[in-house]
């Protein structure tokens, strides 16, 4: 049996929580693995990339310090 891309496992995990009748969680931090989408069912999709050019200094260290505790996860 294969094992599934990372970029289809989102999705699959957000329906099995709606049929669990789980709370969907607002904001979901991802591996880079998953970079096809940005939002699934209203559910939005953080994964690491390079700040931009335009973002201030706390800007930057808000997002280094969420992915850094899901890295650490």
């Known amino acids: 049996m294969k094992a599934p ?3 289809y496992t989102v999705g ?3 329906e099995q929580m709606e049929k669990h009748e789980q709370k ?3 904001d979901l931090v991802y591996e880079r ?3 096809e989408k940005s939002k ?3 559910v939005k999709i953080s994964i690491p990339s390079t700040p931009k050019s335009t973002d201030k200094i ?3 260290q808000i ?3 969420e992915f850094r505790i899901q890295s650490s996860n």
Do not use: C, F, S, V
């Open 5 to 7: 891309n990372d970029r």
């Open 12 to 14: 699959a995990l957000l």
């Open 24 to 26: 969907l969680p607002g």
């Open 33 to 35: 693995g998953g970079r």
């Open 40 to 42: 699934i069912k209203a």
């Open 58 to 60: 706390y800007q930057k």
């Open 63 to 65: 997002k280094r310090r």
